[in-house]
């Protein structure tokens, strides 16, 4: 029950929002955050009180009757793998709830088309039927086209659009996908825990593991599939970017490993060694394009692409340390770059109103708290130790290592890169002469702060105590590992 | 059979025709001389009033026990019953859409022919034979004729008319001709009749009956024309374009979910015999192959021209053609599943397009067209307005929870079924899938429309009631049965039952 609470809290918020008048909006922005905060309480309590000695696999499971027509009903539960991440989408939704405060455009659609994505998105992460599963996933895509259309920037038409096309062709795969499946059981279950124990035939794995993998992994920005994310972030408004990159873009690694890899070990066995070689291109080529960026927050979209890469890869080596430290990359993946973003969006272009490098300069002179934290992130960008990037990395590449130690080595160049590119924007952005004009820009607000803080809080907490994560990570990749090892 | 009997089996049926005259003499005789609005208010009232009667009777008449009148010319039983009662509603919904008009004098003629058009429906869904399944297209096919004709005032009313006219009698020789050779070879024209004469024909080989081949695609070409398949759709477009937007929005539901009941019924229960395959690499001559074709030529054409389209009329026509063709996959899926699917996706279609068609009548009102254009900035003119649009849209798009996104998965898991260990059917649901992805890209247009681009005219839309509430009552119908599919689901599922 607690875990379908963070989805009927949030929807409960949009449901409230409706019905407040438009013109109230303050009372708006904090119905929203209020229902940010509830669901984020939900999903601490469900972490906290996650039983590492119980036999069940899922835990906090509730089950409903939906359509048994198709037998398809209403299943969620949560395991070691999916309760950091609604920890995750719980962190980022009130993060960006607060970082939305200065949205005066049409207040009200906004929080509601907000909040009905965050409910898609929890609803992923704990569904345990891949129907439930799939309509969650829609719920969380489709708002997409509007938040990035009506309320973004730089060419917002083209990024919303080419944004969701992308994304719909990946569930169009997704959806036939689940049609082969629902017919292959005989039209009885949907059931995500049964259909893992069922034993598909050979054959019809390997048709069905390219259709699921490559349609999540679309959403996960899989090379080539990878376009519409930096040109969809860059189009988004800065709370949206948050999510998109936080949260959004893990939906779609999750799913590989849900709805692919999990259902279909030995097809994940013949098709993986293959998709690895994708990954790696991520990894490199990502790192590399965001080094020639002009554009701050294209910097911090490809970024991105180049750390899904790293997610990907370690769910593609599908040795037992790599699917930890791809679990833990995508938690700690999801707060850095909603620190890039928050920083980038919120506290530099909305003040300055320019993301061209060569413009930007000596901002750690007029917003420090800005500068620090941007550095924080982007140490846990490069996997400085102590902070959550580096444990996660480091379970990644030591984990591809005993398994394809040529892409480990290779993927050595985007951690290179990465480290290269960081240091780049901070010093051209924070370091060195403030353009004059951006002397008295407005000061940061401390509801600013505190998102920012609260971020960077955990991306340092997850780095000096990782097992708070990795216990229970390992506890339930340790199946699922030997599962794929097979 | 005696006619004390039939006449209470029709009872629904004397009430839709009672309604027609009573409407008509209420207008000959009191209402001459009182305002357009008003006439159109009462007399769409006293229609309305007729309706809920017939319904209720129609509602009543589903707990009776089944029946069969003259040679099964008419079948009462569950199947049929519920679509008479959806039939109804339909034609509710339509002239609830219809009380704030005012574009022709006509009024009583009308509401009466809605009615006329409803009753040849009413009787094409309980006809299992040729001779009255075809007269009761006829009824319904010159009524709506003359219903799309009715705004004198514009060309393009009459243009649309004539074409649809046009395309209509081409398409009833087509059917009649169809018709006849079936008949004279089996000398059958009840469906059942026809299964099983047509059964022993088939032992000797489809090959070699050249006839019954002739008479299956002429029937079949016919059916295409009502159902607006490619290559039958041509009228589809300029018709939904003139037509005066009630009309345009019951030919888009009401006579769709008729006719395909009404082909699903001819060609599972009367020609089984003669359905062929259209499984990859297996494929038999036969009416599921040309369904096939029939329907993957009215996916893509539909979905690739209606991103051409500025006016939304015309694109939802060409959705229209494309959805034609998602629905016929569940058809020639030829199977149980396949069947319920078909049935459910009739009854969501209807509603969704009902729906959208009375917010664009809405806003045709407030911004003088039905363009592209005139969408733009919904969303700030009237957010409520925009927040059903988005909701049809999305259904039509086949996104979950909308109930468009069941009504797809059914039909495409329908498809896979029968053939589960090779996927015969693989290559018409992938593409289906793929056209679908196209489909949304002209979806999000209207989205992006109502809430991205600016309005030219920033006023608020002022919402007619009746109106608002019908397309309400569509979005409330399509989210609760798509949240909720379960019980719709298990009662069209025992319904075909009779039909496998």
Known sequence: ?486 | MDYLTLTKYLAPEIVLVLTAFAVLMLDLNVLRREPLPRRFAVLGSTTLGGLALAAALALWRLYWDPASFFADTFVVDPLNGIFALIIIAIAALITLISLPEKFTVHVSEYYALILFAALGMEFMIFAEELIMIFVSLELTAISLFALTAFDRAARRSIEAAIKYMLFGALSTAFLLFGMSYLCGLTGQTSLAGLSSALTSYAAGGWGESAIVALGVLLLLAGFGYKLAAAPFHGWAPDTFEGAPLPVTSYIASGSKVAAFLVAAKILITGLPALSGSALWGNGEPGWTLALAAISAVSMVLGNLVAILQKNVKRLLAYSSIAHAGYILVGLLAFNRLGMTSLLYYIVIYALTNIGAFAVLQIIAKESGGETMADLAGAGRRSPLLALLMVILVLSLAGVPPMGGFIAKFLVFAAAIKPDAASFGLLWLVALAVAANAVALYYYLLILKQMYIIEPANPTRIKLPRTVTTAAALCVLAILYWGIFPQRLLAQLESMSARLF
């Open chain 1, 1 to 486: 029950m607690v875990l379908s609470l963070t989805v009927i809290v949030s929807l409960l918020g949009a449901v409230l929002i409706m019905v407040v008048p438009p013109e109230r909006k303050n009372l708006i922005r904090k119905l929203a955050t209020g229902a940010a905060f509830l669901s984020l309480v939900f999903a601490l309590i469900a972490f906290f009180s996650y039983d590492l000695d119980s036999p069940d696999q899922f835990q906090f499971r509730q089950e409903l009757t939906w359509i048994p027509a198709l037998g398809v009903n209403y299943i969620v539960g949560g395991d070691g793998i999916s309760l950091p991440l609604v920890v995750l989408t719980g962190f980022i939704i009130f993060c960006g709830a607060l970082i939305a405060w200065n949205i005066e455009d049409r207040t009200k659609e906004f929080y509601v088309l907000l909040l009905i994505l965050v409910a898609g998105v929890y609803g992923v992460f704990i569904s345990l039927d891949l129907l439930l599963l799939f309509v969650f996933y829609e719920l969380a895509v489709v708002p997409m086209y509007l938040l990035i259309g009506v309320w973004g920037s730089t060419r917002k038409e083209y990024g919303a659009m080419k944004l969701t096309l992308y994304l719909m062709v990946g569930s169009a795969l997704i959806m036939l996908g689940i049609v082969l499946i629902f017919i292959q059981t005989g039209g009885e279950t949907l059931d995500l825990t049964k259909l893992a124990q069922m034993s598909f035939p050979r054959h019809f794995q390997m048709l069905i593991f390219p259709l699921m993998f490559l349609g999540f992994g679309v959403l996960a920005g899989l090379w080539p599939f990878h376009t519409w994310s930096p040109v969809g972030h860059v189009a988004a408004p800065t709370s949206v970017s948050m999510l998109h990159a936080g949260v959004l873009m893990k939906l779609g690694a999750y799913g590989c490993l849900r709805g692919a890899m999990w259902l279909f070990p030995e097809g994940a066995r013949v098709w993986l060694p293959w998709i690895i070689i994708l990954t790696t291109v991520n990894v490199v080529y990502g790192s590399m394009i965001a080094m020639v960026q002009r554009d701050f927050k294209f910097v911090i979209g490809y970024s991105s692409v180049s750390h899904m890469g790293f997610v990907v890869m370690g769910l593609s080596a599908m040795t037992e340390l790599s699917l930890a430290g791809a679990v833990l990359q995508m938690f700690s993946h999801g707060i850095m770059t909603g620190l890039f973003f928050a920083v980038v969006g919120r506290y530099v272009y909305d003040r300055t109103h320019t993301r061209d490098l060569t413009k930007l300069g000596g901002l750690m002179k007029i917003m420090p708290s800005g500068g620090v934290l941007f550095i924080i992130a982007g140490l846990a960008s490069m996997g400085m130790p102590g902070l959550s990037g580096f444990i996660a990395e480091l379970q990644i590449l030591m984990g591809v290592w005993q398994a394809y130690p040529v892409v480990a080595a290779l993927s050595g160049i985007g951690i290179l890169v990465t480290a290269a590119y960081i240091l780049r924007v901070i010093h051209s952005v924070f370091f060195g002469e403030l353009p004059a004009a951006f002397a008295n820009l407005p000061p940061i607000t401390l509801m600013e702060k505190c998102a920012g803080g609260v971020l960077a809080a955990l991306l340092i907490l997850i780095g000096l105590y990782p097992s708070l994560m990795t216990r229970m990570i390992f506890h339930s990749v340790q199946p699922l590992a030997a599962l794929l090892q097979g």
